[in-house]
Structures are given as C-alpha cells and as structure tokens.
C-alpha cells in the first residue's frame, strides 16, 4: 500500500514538473522578438568582422531618417501657409475708429476742412492696414513663409509672412505709413488711435496648411537608388562607414520584411521555444543530479522558475523603452537570492543559463552576456553572510566596479577613443546598483510567499531574547541550557564538513521546546530530586518522553517556526527506542512491545539533522558520565554514533562516513573542553 502511495506521489510530483516547465517556456518564448533577426553586428566606424557580404537580393537603398526629416523641413518651408481673412472684423473696427477719431485726433484750433483731410487719410491707412491684412503673430513661421489668405475658401491674396502686419509690428508700420502720408506730427495720437481700434483679421486655417504639408511629405522618396543582387555590400576588414552603415541597415529592414511572413514567423516561434526548452532543461537536469533535495520539492522548483521567469519579463520590458536601459534591471539580485537560499553552485548555474536565454532580447547579445556572466561571477564570490548589513553594501559596490570597468572596456575596443563615451549607461549602473540593494526586502517577501528560510531570518531565530526561547528559559531552565550546549556543539560541527552552521544552530536551539508541556518529566529540569516516573508505569513515562516531540512540533507551527527548523524537531530522535523505560517495562514483562518505546521519526534527511542527532545524543548522555576522562568520552562518542548507525538513522542523509567520523573528532575534542580535562602527569 505505501509503495502505491509513494509510486502515485511521484506521479503527480512529475506532471506538476512537466506544466511548470512548459508553462515557463511558453511565458519566455512571448516575450521574445516575433521578427527574423539580422545575421550580422555592426558598428559605425568598426571593422566588417565578418566574411565578404553579398546582397542576397534586390533591395533599395533607404534615406536615413536624419536626411527624410531634412527633405521634409526643406520642402515644408517651401509649401504656403494657409489663412482665412474674417471680414466681419473691418465693419467692427471701422465703427469704433469714426467714434474714437474725434477724440484723439479733431483739434479745435484747426478748421472743419483741416479735420476732415485729416479723417480722411487717417482712415486710407487704416483701410490700407486691412488691405494687407492683421495677424495676432508671425505663428512660428519664417519671414519669407509663403502666405495664401482666403476668404470664405477663395483665395484672394498671395505674400509672405513678412508682409502682413502682426500686432507686435503695428508701430513699426505705423510709422512708416505715417510718415509717407505727410501725418508725422500727429504721429503718436494716431498710434493710441489705431491701437485702441486695431483686432487680427487673419487666422490659420489649420485643415489647408497640414493637408498641404502632407502633400508636399508624399512627394519625398524614401530611398536613394539600389543595390543589385549579388553586389559586395562590404568586404571582410573593411570599416563601416556612414554610407556603408545605411546600405546595410536598408538589407536589415527588407530582410526581416521579406522574411517577416506568418508562416516564417511561426517556424521563428518554433525555434526559440526548442533553445529555450533546451537551456531550462539543463537547468532542471543541474538540478536533479547535484541538488536532488531540492529537485523532489516542488516549492523549490517553482521558486527557481520563478525568478527566472521575473528576470526575463523586466528585461525584455526594460528593451522596450532603449537598449541601454537594459543596464537598469538588477540581474545580479538572481544569483544572490538563490545563494542565499540555496547555495553558490546553483545560484551561478541558473544565472548563467538565464542570462543565456536574455541575449535573445537585447541588442549586442554578446557584449550583454559577458557582462552579466562576469557580474554574477563576481556575486557569487563577493556576497557571503549577507545577514551582516555592511558586506552587502561591499558586494553592491564590487559588482557596480565590475559593470564599470567592463563596460568602459567594450566601448573602448568598439570606438577606439574617450570623446564619443556616453555617461548615461554609467548612471544605469549606479541605479542598477541600488536597486540590488532591495534584495534584503524582496528575500523577506520570499521566504512568506514560499515558505523558506534565509540566513537573515536564521540570524534573528538566534536571539535567545526571542519570546519563545525565553519561555523555554523559564520553563525549563535545564533543556535550555543542553540547548545551548548542543547549539555550540552543533555548530563547531557543521563548520567542520561545510553544512550550514547557522541553520543547525538554529535547529538546536528550538529541538527540545516540546519539553515545556511537562518539564519536570525530563532529568536536566528535575532540581529536586523527586522523579515523577517513579510513579509511573515505563509504558506511561515513555509515552510522556516521546511525546516532547509531537508537542515540540505544535507549538512551533503555533509560534510561526519555519519547517526547516521544524524538521530538527521532527528528526532529532529518528526512529530510536527509549531504552531505558524499554528495559524497565521488559523486566516486568517480556512480551512487551517494541513500538510503543520508539520515537515515530521521521529519520534525519539532511546533513544538518544527521548532525543535530549525533550532537544531541552525545551531549545529553556525558552528563551522566561518572568518570569523565579523554578514554570515557572516546568510548561514549564511539558507542553513541555506531549506535545510531547500526539503526540505520542515517539512510535518509546526504551524509559520508568520512564526514561521520570528522564529527566523531570534533565532538570529542569539544567534549574534552567543555569538562576541562588536562594532562594525568606522573606522581
């Protein structure tokens, strides 16, 4: 019956892989460009690397779109102006100069006949003014714009800009027109007159003038000749010059056109989803040959996914808006997270094979690549113990140096000189720096969403100032303090066959929390004297020692322990026997039964819990050594670990018998120092 369990398990275990797989190709492969892309990298001012190009077809040459704008400006300043005259404005503005004329201009000193030949040529200059027409501005345009001005949709008259009058050139003209007209001492109170009374009877007719523009547009051609199929386009060394560089962009634009068909589009699709099933698979293979712990988790695999998934979809966003805004996504956030969750080997296995599949997105893929590639090297080397604040802000800066350095090292051997250098992708770096500093918030979000555990939060789990170390301190004085023993035993351990010392301290601290429930039940807690299993029956006072377990599991899940530690509770006993209340029980009774005096396990399944057993087990039974001496410690070791070896307690753990027996050292040597043996020297 367990085998079909365990058979359908890994059924299930293996589909949920197969859709996650195929769901994370599907979800990289749109995000890359539909179109056919262009064989060759080339560079303004750059060698031809690559062998004698032919042209593989006709193509025309394109203008760039430098000399189509200068066309189009060209032949915009020569295409007219469009305005409408109102003519509604003079009967307004004649009106209200016979009221206002009397009132600036009628002296009473001069006679009616004087008056009157005054009105008279002070109105021709008005008429004449409306003659030529009044605009509010000149509208941008150029003085020598040509000018078409059109009464109800006729036109009536043909100028330039620089003959019609706009109110900021009134007085010029009005001066002028004055002085022609022998009115000069009358001058400024015709001009207060004409000011007063002066409204634009010009406006732009918008519709003509762009209609008119876009006409003058569809008469530019696009291209400037064409190249025959089978002429060299350019020959292998030779430079790329700006006239070579627009031939080429031209055979770029009506290949990926030319080829740009559903049906090529479809087998493009089909190709980039084949090299991205490819690189991902290496990756899931990576994973279940070197990392076959996590391989079996499915959580884990879909973290990994995940990020992947993330990085590809903001840097393929990041493309949209210019290529070097590429230099903004923080890529190295990946290798860091999974180092901090994992390890440094997978951390820079799943970069490299991400970065892989990003040099389809961006413009010089390998220029791209290298610098990603040498970036997360430098991640991986650099970023240790990242709980201490102060060494990630050290990486941060390293890694920001290395995308310096190398990228100024690209654009030297592209352009051979410092005066085209562009800061701007410097800048994208010190942002892009910054941004991995959000990695400590995003690891916090991480570990809620999918359940892991970092060293950050490992570190805080330490604090025995925490509420529920406290409580066991208090509680249970004597477990606290055999915690704290195997902690440092534990960890002096660890730090000895490369496990994670911190996640196994941490793992010893909470192991024995379930003896809080009946604390007075276990010997280290019993300062009395008085042992309550004196008045139990072996069965009952077994079940109370097994139990510590179970509750040590509850009230971790009620205190919001993570399950890596959890685990330590679960595994620190395996699926030993209380031998002591087994021996009592079998003396009274001889058919007893076995079951009923073992731990229900599971048996440890890391290093990390194989070494929390030994650690346990060893500390908690030399304090009741009655000699304690160098050989008692050695015989002690010896007897408890091949003990737990014989059990078989260590099938499940990635663990060597090279490791066991480093562990065997340590523990003896540490043994030997925490009882402060010396030397017996001869009497």
């Known amino acids: 019956m367990s085998l079909n369990i365990n058979y359908l398990y890994k059924i299930n275990s293996l589909f949920y892989k197969a859709i996650l797989y195929a769901s994370t190709v599907a ?59 109102d003519s509604g404005v003079w009967s307004l503005v004649e009106n209200q100069f016979n009221a206002a004329f009397e009132t600036f201009l009628v002296k009473s000193t001069d006679s009616g006949v004087e008056n009157a030949l005054r009105f008279t040529r002070v109105r021709e200059l008005l008429v004449s003014l409306y003659d030529i027409g009044v605009l509010e501005s000149d509208l941008g345009f150029s003085a020598e714009k040509l ?8 036109q009536i008259a043909e100028s330039t800009v620089s003959q019609l009058v706009t109110l900021d050139r009134l007085s010029e003209w009005v001066d002028q027109e004055v002085d022609k007209r022998g009115l000069t001492e009358h001058k400024a109170s015709i001009q207060v007159l004409l000011r007063s009374v002066i409204r634009p009877n010009l406006s732009l007719n918008a519709t003509l003038t762009q209609q008119a523009n876009k006409e003058s547009a569809k008469m530019i051609s696009e291209v400037r000749g064409r190249v025959g199929k089978g002429t060299i386009i350019i020959a292998k060394g030779e430079l790329a010059t700006t006239e070579k560089i627009n031939i080429l962009n031209s055979l770029k634009s009506e290949f990926e056109s030319q080829v740009g068909s559903v049906s090529s589009n479809n087998w493009i699709l089909f190709a980039y989803t084949i090299l991205t099933a490819i690189a991902l698979l290496m990756l899931l293979l990576f994973i279940r040959k070197y990392r076959s712990e996590i391989y079996e988790n499915n959580t884990k695999v879909t973290f990994i996914l995940f990020n992947v998934v993330v990085v590809v979809l903001l840097t393929a966003w990041a493309v949209q808006y210019g290529s070097t805004f590429v230099y903004l996504v923080p890529i ?20 490299v094979i991400t970065v892989l599949l990003l040099g389809f997105v961006v ?63 410097f800048g994208f770096f010190a942002l892009n720096g910054l941004a991995t500093l959000f990695v400590l918030p995003l690891i916090y979000a991480y570990e809620k969403m999918f359940g892991l555990v970092s060293d950050v939060s490992l570190l ?68 009395t004297g008085i042992n309550p299993h004196n008045e139990l029956e072996p069965k009952d006072s077994a079940q109370i020692i097994i139990n510590h377990v179970i509750d040590g599991i509850e009230l971790a899940k009620k205190h919001n322990l993570p399950d890596r530690i959890i685990d330590f509770i679960r595994t620190h006993h395996g699926t030993t026997m209380t031998y002591y209340f087994y021996s009592k029980e079998k003396a009274k009774n001889p058919m007893v039964r076995k079951q ?81 043996l010396r030397i017996e020297y001869p009497e």
């Open 147 to 154: 000018v078409v001005v059109l009464d109800r949709q006729k």
């Open 27 to 85: 979800v990289i492969v749109y995000v890359f460009p539909k179109k056919v892309q262009f064989f060759y990298d080339y560079e303004n001012g750059q060698p031809w690397q690559s062998e004698n190009l032919y042209a593989p077809f006709d193509f025309a040459i394109k203008k760039s779109a430098e000399q189509i704008q200068f066309e189009q400006n060209q032949a915009f300043s020569q295409t007219p102006v469009y305005l409408d005259r």
């Open 596 to 676: 009923d005096f073992v731990y229900p396990g599971p048996k440890p399944f890391s290093k990390e819990t194989a070494i929390l057993m030994m650690c346990d087990s060893v500390e908690a039974a030399s304090k009741s050594m009655p000699v304690i001496t160098a050989h008692t410690i050695d015989q002690l070791v010896e007897r408890i670990i091949g003990k737990q070896i014989e059990t078989d307690q260590f099938l499940n753990a990635n663990i060597t018998f090279r490791e066991i027996m480093q562990i065997k050292k340590v523990l003896k040597h540490k043994l030997a120092n925490i009882y402060h």
């Open 363 to 425: 413009e010089h893929g390998f220029e791209f690549v290298f610098l990603q590639i040498i970036a997360g090297i430098v991640t991986i080397l650099t970023v240790s113990e990242l709980y201490k604040r102060v060494n990630l802000f050290i990486s941060v800066g390293q890694i920001t140096l290395i995308y310096l350095v190398t990228y100024f090292a690209f654009f030297m051997i592209q352009k051979g000189n410092i005066e085209e250098l562009d800061l701007e992708p």
């Open 332 to 351: 190295c956030v990946l290798p860091l997270i999974l180092k901090t969750f994992f390890d440094a080997r997978l951390g820079l296995f799943t970069h």
């Open 460 to 527: 805080e789990l330490t604090d025995t100032n925490s509420l529920l170390l406290k409580e066991l301190s208090n509680k249970a004085p004597g477990t606290f303090h055999h915690s704290l023993n195997v902690a440092n035993l534990a960890e002096a351990v660890a730090n000895e066959v490369q496990a994670n010392a911190m996640l196994v301290r941490v793992g010893a601290l909470y192991h024995d929390i379930g003896k809080m429930k009946n604390p007075t039940y276990f010997i280290e807690n019993q300062s």
